[in-house]
């Protein structure tokens, strides 16, 4: 209400009087007067009857200017609005009602607490306008696709070391499958993807970018390649082939946009949580995760179209570590001598071949195979020193003395007596 006297009503209630003092006055039957309003005819008659009792006053609401019954009281509010300005200082509205209700049992609905953060001016993360994209649908079954990348990002907070997530998300359920690693490289990927097989099974396909992790920076095939038909293929590509695993790649991180959606979403939520769970270095961090993705997974994921998990079980765990390595070829020498990575190898089986394969295991051990075989070896830390061999100077020539029966001095001498006695050289 407004001053004694005067009555403070909204343009829509000013326009229901108009029409309602019409009804009463006769010049319209109440049945038109609600058509006009838009209301129910027993609402229009109730109206009616309270401004023939109140007057003009009737057509406002009655609950105007009483406190209402849910509203939070001020102690709840300055309690929550004092632990977001500090422990759950940046987080979301959504985030942070998750988090007052789970560790403070209070409970604020997220439209409140966005109201409230703009009434204080408290900073959290707000979503951007997304440019327009085409939508492509979920695959159907679990184990489908998989979406697979990694995020270099500083996710302790200056607590520990910048390192790099690695991710999977399942595109049918959304569920998430991730690991805290030094750097994004092969076996980095390698193990992680052995992570994943023995919890869910080997995935029917996996979508990743065009890292040299994941694809091939070669441009030119050897001829064994050529003669083969073989396509070049990074060692993780090699692997997967072997698995039966199909690779696919994107052509622009839009592409893999559930992937890459998660990670903004972890970057904002999981920091927050390792925060408040003070994690700080790599182990921590994948100790945290094994315990809150079930958790989050609850939260976020989605129920399949179809009931069908298309996951391959993969219980060889030999097999499994023997085909998620990185093997290269290489010659064995004369001496049963093998070189790799500058480094020098003694072979101790006594076999006939030209080529061996070296093997880099995940967990950082490697084997030396030869048809499926394990050799034996050592490897070769210093070399024996050899003696310095004397410069070569430069030969001078010093000349040579003819002896003296040689033809050159007889002619010399047959010249001299010819000149001796005047007669004229021949």
Request: hydrophobic share 35%; net charge positive; charged share 35%.
């Amino acid at each position: 209400m407004g001053r004694r006297g005067t009555i403070t009503m909204s343009m829509k209630e000013a326009k229901r009087l108009h029409v309602v003092r019409q009804a009463i006055e006769k010049g319209i039957t109440q049945a038109e007067a609600a058509r006009v309003i838009g209301l129910d005819l027993r609402q229009v008659q109730r109206i009616v009857r309270r401004v023939r009792q109140e007057g003009d006053q009737g057509i406002c609401h009655r609950a105007r200017g009483k406190r209402p019954n849910n509203l939070i009281p001020e102690k709840v509010k300055d309690k929550v609005l004092k632990l977001c300005r500090g422990i759950y200082y940046e987080l979301g509205p959504t985030h942070a009602g998750e988090k007052l209700l789970e560790k403070n049992q209070v409970k604020v609905s997220v439209e409140t607490l966005r109201t409230w953060f703009i009434e204080e001016g408290l900073p959290y993360r707000k979503r951007k306008k997304r440019p327009h994209r085409q939508w492509r649908e979920r695959k159907s079954c679990r184990g489908e696709m998989v979406q697979l990348d990694g995020s270099h990002h500083d996710w302790f907070e200056g607590r520990g070391p910048v390192c790099v997530l690695m991710a999977y998300v399942d595109d049918a359920t959304g569920e998430v499958f991730a690991r805290f690693y030094e750097y994004e490289g092969t076996i980095p990927a390698m193990d992680s993807f052995k992570r994943y097989i023995r919890r869910y099974g080997v995935p029917q396909s996996v979508y990743l970018d065009r890292h040299s992790t994941y694809k091939s920076t070669e441009h030119y095939q050897t001829i064994e390649d050529q003669l083969e038909d073989r396509q070049l293929m990074s060692h993780f590509e090699k692997s997967l082939q072997e698995l039966g695993v199909k690779v696919i790649h994107a052509y622009s991180p839009q592409a893999k946009g559930r992937v890459e959606r998660l990670f903004g979403t972890f970057q904002d939520r999981v920091i927050k949580e390792m925060r408040l769970a003070g994690v700080k270095n790599r182990e921590e961090g994948n100790t945290f995760l094994e315990a809150y993705l079930p958790k989050y997974n609850r939260r976020f994921g989605v129920a399949p179209a179809k009931e069908a998990d298309l996951h391959r079980p993969f219980k060889d765990r030999k097999e499994l570590d023997r085909i998620l390595s990185i093997r290269n070829k290489r010659a064995l020498r004369n001496d049963f001598t093998v070189a790799h990575n500058k480094k020098l190898y003694q072979i101790k089986n006594n076999i006939r071949t030209k080529n061996v394969v070296v093997e880099e295991r995940t967990d950082g051990s490697m084997r030396i195979m030869h048809n499926g075989q394990r050799l034996k070896y050592k490897e070769i830390k210093s070399r024996p020193i050899q003696e310095a061999k004397k410069p070569m100077l430069p030969r001078v020539w010093k000349g040579v003395k003819p002896a003296a029966a040689h033809p050159w001095k007889a002619v010399g001498a047959f010249a001299r007596e010819r000149r001796a006695s005047g007669s004229p050289a021949l």
